[in-house]
């Protein structure tokens, strides 16, 4: 059963991040028609959650890799600047263990400090600006 897969999907575009975003948004518009039984906008939302999950799957079975190739690298440079937040974000609250991290009064730039080291006087390396932080 494996082996057929498997050689059914040769030659398949196969799954990208722009399926699996369609796949999720899909989902959650059939969801959300739920919430809308008896009103027109859940059939609009059941409709069109059911529609992103059809193009998803037609994505994803695709022969036609480089149209795919070309619609996901569309998404994600799209997609880029929410992406490249979210990934700063986690970056941050990982590094939160063992610094704080400050910010200039005076340009805004973030200073990475190390914690444990009592009230130190940071000067900022971008604008040369001295301030007191309890690290």
């Not at 494996?2 to 050689?7: H, M, V, W, Y």
């Not at 036609?64 to 190739?69: A, E, F, S, T, V």
């Not at 990982?94 to 200039?104: E, K, V």
């Not at 005076?106 to 000067?123: A, F």
């Amino acid at each position: 059963m494996k082996e057929k897969l498997i050689r059914f999907m040769q030659g398949r575009y196969g799954v990208d991040q722009f399926s699996k975003f369609l796949l999720v948004l899909g989902l959650a518009a059939v969801v959300v028609s739920s919430v809308f039984v008896d009103n027109i906008a859940g059939l609009i939302f059941y409709i069109l959650g059911w529609a992103l999950v059809i193009y998803c799957y037609f994505r994803v079975f695709s022969r036609n890799i480089q149209k795919r190739y070309a619609e996901n690298q569309v998404f994600l440079a799209k997609t880029y600047g929410i992406r490249n937040f979210f990934r700063k974000q986690k970056n941050i609250w990982q590094q939160r263990r063992i610094y704080h991290i400050y910010t200039c009064p005076s340009c805004k730039q973030k200073i990475r400090i190390p914690k444990g080291k009592g009230k130190i006087e940071v000067r900022c390396p971008k604008c040369g600006t001295t301030f007191i932080k309890k690290s």
